[in-house]
């Protein structure tokens, strides 16, 4: 969903447009342009998340949405972390319940998006995001700031300076393996680099 309101197919996206996104800085919507968008990639099968308003969400590879049950960005096939009944938020601001998921055996291309500095946007209605937007403890769908330490930009060299300031690399843990993110990079400089290779 564009900030205006209308809507966008994901693979006609641009780095130019301005997107609807969270902001849980402030606790209210707000707009960004794409961070990153990911080359086109091919999958033999797809997860069909539907939700008791009548939305349905296609996935592949798992993917997070935000979790107003336990305010965080769980995984949407994740039955632990994510069951049937789950709660979730809307770009029209109300709330949705997960009702059904499968994974469909059909051959799809598939897009991937990070918006700048909120790495969230609304698909089909739905708000979503990765696992960096875990950022800090959320209470009433916005950050509860703690005294950590920001990381220099010192300890990220040869990382792109958009990624540093768009990924919250300062305030992020640096370890990024937490609970079922085991299949994914080890550090967060290994996650931009992986970024870089698959940037559009």
């Known amino acids: 969903m ?56 296609k996935t592949v590879a798992d993917h997070r949405i935000f979790n107003v049950d336990s305010q965080k960005f769980t995984y949407t096939m994740n039955e632990e972390d994510t069951p049937i009944g789950t709660t979730t938020f809307m770009s029209d601001g109300t709330t949705s319940k997960l009702i059904e998921r499968k994974v469909v055996k059909e051959e799809v291309n598939y897009y991937n998006i990070i918006t700048d500095y909120h790495m969230n946007l609304f698909a089909n209605g739905i708000l979503t995001s990765l696992r960096l937007n875990n950022l800090y403890k959320i209470e009433n769908m916005k950050f509860v700031k703690d005294d950590r330490k920001l990381v220099s930009k010192d300890e990220f060299k040869g990382i792109p300076d958009k990624y540093f300031y768009g990924l919250r690399l300062s305030e992020q843990p640096k370890e990024i393996n937490r609970g079922n993110d085991v299949k994914h990079a080890n550090s967060l400089k290994e996650y931009v680099e992986r970024l870089l290779i698959l940037e559009k």
């Not at 994901?10 to 209210?28: M, N, P, T």
């Open 2 to 57: 564009l900030a205006d309101r209308t809507e966008k197919a994901v693979e006609d996206i641009e780095y130019s447009d301005e997107l609807l996104v969270w902001d849980f800085d402030k606790g209210c919507f707000s707009s960004a342009k794409p961070l990153w968008i990911k080359k086109v990639q091919v999958s033999k099968e797809y997860n069909l998340v539907k939700f008791d308003n009548g939305v349905e969400l």
